[in-house]
């Protein structure tokens, strides 16, 4: 039976002439390089949310010894998350083609009996299923989380993270197995062994290179049409498969991206009219309300900064104008240095309306509580009448409608 060439446990099912170790080798090791920095710019990409600074930026409480590199967060160089998160962006979308190519060309390597001659054999199978699973499962989310499709079974976050450790480990097992035979072949430039190459091989109509090139072209395009979202400028408009690439976001001073409107989070014009809005701080100094007039006659000041969003996407630097974080922690009660600060926004439901700032962020000069964004008021949609602007934060940090401070231990 399992010779029966019209079943998938035959070797004669799988007639490609493509399949063979050269091939298969080429792409394991583009994807080995790619995916190992995939690995470290997602790691990069958790810490900066300071998981362990607080409870409301923690989306894995569970995630044990899994957690065991946190670090805190730097408040520099401004474009640092922008960098990190673009990379992490743009490479995992750039990899798909290669991805597929290289399940495409080891799929007969799935239905091989029996499922284990070996104890080692045994091993490899079951980390290539682990690995062919969590590449699907790191990729389908990815690229659904990028394209702003949330029809996951929970939330995202903790969803990517757990799956990114699944995933690393049958990879790195994979790897260490599979890796000396595909530096060899590769050196050796072999082109045949009897687990890839069909016995009885169909005609070909393309060579293995000028396949690798076809593969090669894919990701060429896919990079030209998803990275103009992280670098902005004239590229954006080439960025066509990003959400926040390719179409003009408006004209005039607020004509940046955004992620989440207004009318989106459930603000309404009554939740910030000037007799109504107060920002509520609490430290040592009790509790301070000051209206927008009140904020706008404490020193001002700029910083020019980006935005930048877990999805890849980032703003050109914006010039922002308000009260330094550090001058409301004094105001708060912290003369001799600000500490850490939860930030509350207006919006009442929903992911991130409240996020946890370490103290370097809060001292930093840059950092700010925003009234003004390039000579303008902010939109509504852009967080009027306040907003967090913080260096190197991701975008989520950055929180929009701010109502309330909290100073303090967290």
């Not at 750039?94 to 799935?110: C, F, G, R, T």
Request: proline letters at 8%.
């Amino acid at each position: 039976m399992r010779d029966d060439p019209r079943l998938p446990t035959s070797s004669h099912f799988w007639r490609s002439p493509l399949r063979g170790t050269w091939f298969t080798a080429v792409l394991g090791l583009v994807l080995l390089g790619g995916i190992s920095v995939l690995f470290v710019t997602g790691l990069v990409s958790y810490a900066a949310y300071n998981p362990d600074l607080s409870p409301v930026n923690d989306t894995t409480p569970d995630k044990g010894v899994l957690g065991f590199y946190l670090f805190d967060w730097p408040a520099g160089p401004s474009w640092l998350y922008r960098l990190s998160q673009g990379v992490h962006v743009t490479l995992g979308v750039v990899l798909v083609p290669v991805l597929l190519a290289k399940l495409w060309s080891v799929v007969p390597k799935l239905f091989t009996l029996p499922p284990a001659r070996s104890v080692a054999h045994a091993l490899e199978r079951v980390s290539l299923l682990l690995l062919v699973g969590g590449a699907l499962f790191q990729f389908v989310t990815g690229l659904l989380n990028i394209q702003l499709e949330y029809v996951f079974p929970g939330s995202f976050y903790p969803l990517h993270f757990y799956g990114a450790w699944v995933f690393i480990a049958a990879f790195v097992v994979h790897a260490a197995l599979r890796a000396p035979t595909a530096v060899r072949a590769v050196r050796a430039r072999r082109r045949d062994e009897a687990e890839l190459e069909a016995p009885r091989p169909a005609p070909p109509t393309v060579s293995r290179r000028g396949a690798l090139w076809l593969v090669g072209g894919g990701s060429l395009l896919l990079f030209v049409t998803t990275v103009g979202q992280s670098l902005g400028g004239p590229l954006r408009r080439t960025a066509l498969l990003a959400p926040h690439g390719g179409a003009d976001p408006g004209g005039g001073p607020n004509g940046f991206q955004i992620n989440k409107t207004a009318r989106y989070a459930g603000i309404t014009a009554a939740d910030t009219h000037p007799d109504a809005w107060r920002l509520v701080l609490t430290g040592p100094a009790g509790t301070v309300r000051l209206s927008r007039a009140e904020l706008l006659r404490m020193p001002q000041h700029s910083s020019s900064l980006p935005i930048a969003c877990v999805e890849g996407w980032s703003t050109a630097d914006q010039w922002w104008r308000g009260v330094r974080l550090r001058d409301l922690a004094a105001l708060a009660g912290y003369e001799g240095g600000p500490p850490d600060v939860l930030v509350e926004s207006l919006q009442r439901h929903g992911a991130f309306r409240r996020a946890a700032l370490r103290a370097n962020q809060v001292s930093d000069p840059r950092s700010l509580l925003a009234l003004y964004v390039n000579g303008e008021e902010l939109s509504p949609d852009h967080g009027y009448p306040a907003r967090i602007i913080v260096p190197a934060a991701p975008g989520v940090h950055n929180t929009k409608w701010v109502g309330r401070l909290t100073f303090g231990d967290l």
